[in-house]
């Protein structure tokens, strides 16, 4: 499946802008980003090597292959994203992981989104 995850930079544009229209009071610009349905504010760690300390941050987040991609194949924002879904929220990890993916491979096979068969694959292996 040809991967369409938009690159760190332009998710961390989003942000900037995001935080440009606050200063400016540009309400368009605000409304714009936070009702596309591809984004969303999800808490996320950050981890600084140097003080050894974890913090948590607020940002912006393409979530645009959320249940489209399987676990692996996303990225650790969008793993913020989904593990803070109420459906998942007091799940067991492995647990969470295992019924993420399930949900994705239901999407693909409903949509054909991977040619399976092009990979060797039948639709009955997962």
Not at 25 to 34: L, S, T
Not at 43 to 65: H, R
Not at 82 to 102: F, H, S, T, W
């Amino acid at each position: 499946m040809k991967k369409t995850n938009q690159p760190k930079e332009i998710m961390t544009q989003i942000n900037d802008k995001m935080d440009q229209a606050i200063i400016n009071d540009d309400f368009d610009q605000i409304e714009r980003i936070a009702l596309n349905p591809n984004h969303a504010l999800v808490k996320t760690t950050q981890y600084n090597m140097f003080t050894d300390q974890v913090s948590f941050v607020n940002k912006w987040v393409n979530i645009s292959e959320v249940f489209k991609e399987l676990w692996d194949d996303i990225n650790s924002d969008c793993h913020d994203y989904i593990m803070d879904l109420p459906q998942y929220k007091n799940m067991d990890y492995d647990q969470m992981v295992d019924d993420y993916d399930k949900k994705t491979y239901e999407w693909i096979k409903k949509t054909d989104a991977w040619n399976l068969k092009g990979f060797g694959l039948n639709y009955d292996q997962y």
